[in-house]
T-cell receptor, first 111, second 113 residues
Framework: GQQVMQIPQYQHVQEGEDFTTYCNSS?????IQWYKQRPGGHPVFLIQ?????EVKKQKRLTFQFGEAKKNSSLHITATQTTDVGTYFC???????????FGPGTSLSVIP | EAQVTQNPRYLITVTGKKLTVTCSQN?????MSWYRQDPGLGLRQIYY???????DKGDVPEGYKVSRKEKRNFPLILESPSPNQTSLYFC????????????FGDGTRLSIL
């Protein structure tokens, strides 16, 4: 079945350093979503990507969808303590397919 | 305030004792879904509903039931809970389908002894 993988599983960075998490699918995706979950909280929607090669920015966050639509990345520039949490990607093969979440990347930021 | 409300937030119970986790949303969303979250496995979908009286299995439906008699409510039923259903459960809703932003409840932590 379809699998969505994320690396790394954990990342510890010094405040001010950059951070990147990668999302990889075993099949071509039609859509990919990114969510953030703060410790003890619930997932919160960040963004959705639908086009091959698409790049979207939200302040210090840059999201990219691969040309082959089988991978995606989230890059945070100059991390802050407010960036702490687990970042999940979620994808599906078609617009009518079930959403498959990746296992998440847990980010810790050392002040 | 737009929200998804789950109850209870925490529950410790014993094997075999039927339980229901309620989920209610006040955004008039058509799509609702239940997920369980386990360490290292991310969020796995249990059941989802595209509209009233329309429900379908997700990836891990065994041992669970759902119903969607009203648009706002989507309860999750464990008829005979077992220890492997100990987990953190999230209800979510979106306007029409899963490819619109999903709004999550605060979660229900279930411990089945």
């Amino acid at each position: 079945g379809q699998q969505v993988m994320q690396i790394p599983q954990y990342q510890h960075v010094q405040e001010g350093e950059d951070f990147t998490t990668y999302c990889n699918s075993s099949t071509t995706l039609s859509n990919i979503q990114w969510y953030k979950q703060r410790p003890g909280g619930h997932p919160v929607f960040l963004i959705q990507l639908v086009k091959s090669g698409e790049v979207k920015k939200q302040k210090r966050l840059t999201f990219q969808f691969g040309e082959a639509k089988k991978n995606s990345s989230l890059h945070i520039t100059a991390t802050q303590t407010t960036d702490v949490g687990t970042y999940f990607c979620a994808g599906g093969r078609t617009s009518y397919d079930k959403v498959i979440f990746g296992p998440g990347t847990s980010l810790s930021v050392i002040p | 305030e737009a929200q998804v409300t789950q109850n209870p937030r925490y529950l410790i119970t014993v094997t075999g004792k039927k339980l229901t986790v309620t989920c209610s949303q006040n955004m008039n969303h058509e799509y609702m879904s239940w997920y369980r979250q386990d360490p290292g496995l991310g969020l796995r979908q249990i059941y989802y509903s595209m509209n009233v009286e329309v429900t379908d299995k997700g990836d891990v439906p065994e041992g669970y039931k759902v119903s969607r008699k009203e648009k706002r409510n989507f309860p999750l039923i464990l008829e005979s809970p077992s220890p492997n259903q100990t987990s953190l459960y999230f209800c979510a809703s979106s306007l029409q389908h899963q490819w619109q932003p999903q709004h999550f409840g605060d979660g229900t932590r279930l411990s089945i002894l």
